[in-house]
């Protein structure tokens, strides 16, 4: 990293540190610690946004709470960075999202001070109030702090945790961080009450005394506290009645300005002090607070790669091929203009899933409900039972979310919901939490499910296709981030034959790889690896993980010595599939040998892709080695290393 000056910030080892500075110096650290945090993602890329504007917070809760016997739960953990650097991480923020280094997210193996791991959001005041019972039980830890986004109040699982804390009534602090910004625009009803709540202290005659007013009326005794609030809505017309958390059974207090370091020490000071049951502060914060192309940007900056400090340019590489997520985009909304039943929903995830594409010409057709992915599945089934056809874009580790109304309103009832799977296996740098590992094993268990699987941006355009065409029931396609292999791509999708895979390469020989998916690449790679060895090698598409092409599986099986499948997925997935399968045909009675390539029982740590690939052993060097353990070649080394030199 660039060395910064940063004088104060120099004399924090942690947060004890700041616990013996002045006020003064505290604000100092937040402003030294703003421009570290810049610096920081500007050579590494992150999420910049959502950390910039929770600097002073992260410095006020680490110089009032008694953390780490205090627990802070950051909710979404993205938001972290400050905390990273204010707890012993400093020195290791080069290493951030990269192999072997820092998660780009709260993880309990990595600090004492990360209680809990958040990458998905809105479990923060659930571990929160688990924490407190923790405390009210005898166990040795102090006073639960939940920092939670407005995206992520936004969620059915932060009401639930809501209703159950105010009921136990428990001493316990949620500080709500209300940027009015998740990671696109916040949708419903609560995002609209919860500007409505700001308005108090920004608009109208009565605006700076209300502010003052309800900060003074928190720190009062209770009567003197429902005296002042009957007073106040006297005034400002409001109607007589508690605040939405307040009816849930919380003292709340705010909005405060979440970037004046006294209000916020004032507040949290005041809290702890007198609390005796549960506590929201509804803190008011600017995302991407502090630095001007982050605030000015549509998405403020919320994931970036490596930067300019000076001018916020990012340096992207320049794309050879589109990306999947915007080859989806297009395909799905080519299908939109033909068909004026296809509508889309996601969760809050317009751009990342690409229907924001679909909703710049159809805006009336694409529904994002936000950070609730339950909600959206069964929305999804409803319109699907009333005549229109559904797609649900929703990246595959957030799908797992909403996994029983997949499998209760959707998969039960046989309704056709198109199910749009982003971010389908090892995603890079935002690591083991983001990975879709699972969905081939949690879709292909259900029955009358179909699901299939793009072996490149064509085969993606037409799935989209196919999947508009399904009506008889639920169909899933899964797909990569990241960018295609630059194929040429059809003006239209067709409909592919359900069930029906395809072959690449060949058709007889020693062995038969059977891929899933975007690793057709790797088993080519192999190939010619083991062709090299006088291995030969026949290569065949999938396409279509359920309902299996038992055919090619026959044909494949009877014509070679040995058959590997190759997946991006976990254990249980594909392979399992073929196998059952091929057990129940008699297949595995006779001489082709079997094996299943796929990701190890194990969570793959945060890396470039192909780097996590290769630890998962789930490669081109992995598709040889299975074959030579397969087929048990006396030759045990192979000269990989120039192989993979001469692919390269």
């Keep these: 990293m660039t060395k910064i000056n940063t004088p104060t910030l120099d004399r924090v080892a942690g947060p004890a540190d700041l616990r013996q500075m002045t006020d003064r110096e505290l604000a100092d650290v937040a402003t030294e610690l703003r421009a570290e945090v810049i610096d920081a993602v500007s050579h590494t890329g992150g999420h910049l946004g959502s950390s910039l504007g929770v600097v002073e917070l992260s410095v006020a809760i680490h110089a009032v709470f008694d953390t780490p016997r205090d627990k802070l739960v950051w909710d979404v953990g993205h938001q972290c960075y400050p905390h990273k650097i204010l707890t012993g991480r400093r020195d290791r923020m080069p290493t951030l999202r990269q192999g072997g280094g820092l998660s780009g997210f709260t993880k309990r193996a990595e600090s004492e001070y990360d209680p809990f791991g958040a990458a998905h959001s809105s479990t923060s005041i659930s571990a929160a109030l688990g924490f407190t019972i923790g405390r009210d039980m005898g166990q040795p830890t102090g ?108 003292d709340y207090i705010g909005p405060i300005d979440g970037h004046d370091m006294n209000q916020l020490l004032s507040v949290l000071r005041s809290a ?69 039943r296809i ?180 088993c080519d790679a192999a190939r010619t690896i083991l062709e090299a060895e006088g291995i030969s090698v026949s290569i065949a598409d999938a396409r279509f993980a359920k309902p299996l092409d038992m055919a090619l599986i026959t044909t494949l099986s009877q014509s070679h010595s040995a058959l590997i499948t190759v997946e991006q997925g976990a254990k249980g997935g594909f392979g399992a599939m073929v196998l059952q399968e091929m057990a129940a045909h008699g297949l595995l009675d006779h001489g082709c040998r079997l094996r299943t390539l796929c990701l190890p029982d194990r969570f793959i740590d945060q890396a470039a892709p192909a780097e996590m690939y290769r630890d998962a052993g789930v490669d081109a060097e992995g598709i040889v080695q299975t074959v030579m353990d397969a087929l048990q070649h006396d030759r045990k080394v192979i000269d990989l290393g120039l192989a993979r030199h001469t692919r390269d």
């Design 272 to 340: 702890r002090a007198r609390a005796t049951g549960p506590v929201l502060i509804h803190c008011c914060t600017v995302k991407g607070k502090g630095y001007a192309p982050a605030e000015g940007s549509a998405d403020k900056y919320h994931g970036v790669s490596k930067f300019d400090v000076d001018t916020g340019v990012q340096s992207k590489a320049k794309a050879n091929a589109p990306s999947y997520t915007g080859v989806f985009g297009d395909a799905l909304t080519e299908a939109a203009a033909r068909d004026p």
């Design 343 to 522: 509508v889309a929903v996601t969760a809050a995830m317009p751009s990342g899933t690409g229907v924001d594409r679909m909703a710049k010409r159809f805006p009336a057709r694409v529904f994002d409900v936000g950070i609730a992915e339950q909600h959206g599945v069964t929305f999804a089934a409803g319109m699907a039972a009333s005549g229109l056809r559904p797609f649900c874009a929703i990246y595959s580790t957030f799908l797992q979310r909403g996994y029983d109304q997949v499998v209760h309103d959707v998969a039960l009832q046989g309704l056709p919901v198109r199910f749009a799977i982003d971010r389908a296996g090892l995603v890079g740098a935002d690591g083991a939490t983001h990975a879709g590992a699972f969905d081939i094993g949690y879709l292909g268990a259900l029955p009358g499910m179909v699901v299939m699987a793009a072996a490149d941006e064509a085969e993606l355009v037409h799935m989209v296709e196919t999947a508009a065409a399904h009506d008889s029931g639920p169909i899933a396609f899964r797909y990569p981030r990241g960018n295609g292999t630059g194929v040429a791509l059809p003006e239209k999708g067709e409909v592919l034959e359900i069930g029906k895979g395809r072959m690449i390469e060949g058709g007889q020989g020693d062995v038969a790889l059977l891929s899933l998916g975007t690793h057709l690449g790797e």
């Design 143 to 250: 006073d639960a702090v939940a920092v939670i986004g407005d995206g992520s109040i936004s969620a059915g699982m932060a009401y639930e945790a809501l209703n159950n804390a105010g009921s136990e009534g428990r001493r316990m602090f949620v500080i709500l961080n209300d940027n009015e910004m998740s990671i696109a625009p916040p949708v419903g009803a609560m995002s609209s009450y919860l500007s409505s709540l700001s308005d108090l202290t920004r608009k109208g005659p009565f605006g700076g005394l209300v502010a003052v007013a309800e900060g003074m009326e928190q720190l009062a005794p209770k009567p003197v506290r429902e005296g002042a609030r009957r007073a106040r809505e006297m005034v400002t017309g409001l109607e007589s009645r508690g605040t939405f958390f307040e009816e849930l059974g919380f």
